[in-house]
């Protein structure tokens, strides 16, 4: 069982940044690919960025490629997202999600976040 717990959401303005955090329960954390998604009121859930166990291999929605970063620090069961260049058509709950394999498809993570609200201001 991993739990996780999502924070670092808020209101910016267009053009700016924002760093989410993702930390999580368990001594497994390590074991597990990581995820982000984001869902808009109204729209299904889409992906946003993933990383391996490792950290060594990551993948990102071309819509964000170049703007977001995600990263891991397995000694703190951490998982980051920092967003730059932020546009309003980005407001959305931004989850984390935790499964076996890095991947773009939602339901193969078996561990998802309460969510944090990102609002992009125009």
């Known amino acids: 069982q991993v739990q996780l717990v999502e924070s670092g959401g808020g209101l910016v303005q267009a053009g700016g940044s924002l760093r989410l955090s993702c930390a999580a329960s368990?001594?497994?954390?390590?074991?597990?690919?990581m995820g982000w998604f984001r869902q808009a009121p109204g729209k299904e859930r889409e992906f946003v960025t993933a990383?391996?166990?490792?950290?060594?291999?990551?993948y990102y929605a071309d819509s964000v490629k170049g703007r977001f970063t995600i990263a891991r620090d397995n000694a703190n069961n951490t998982v980051y997202l920092q967003m730059n260049n932020l546009k309003p058509e980005e407001t959305a709950v931004y989850y984390c999600a935790a499964g076996g394999t890095a991947t773009t498809t939602a339901r193969r993570y078996a561990y998802w976040g309460q969510g944090t609200q990102v609002t992009v201001s125009s």
């Open positions: 368990g001594r497994t954390f390590r074991r597990y690919a």
């Open positions: 990383i391996s166990w490792s950290g060594s291999t990551t």
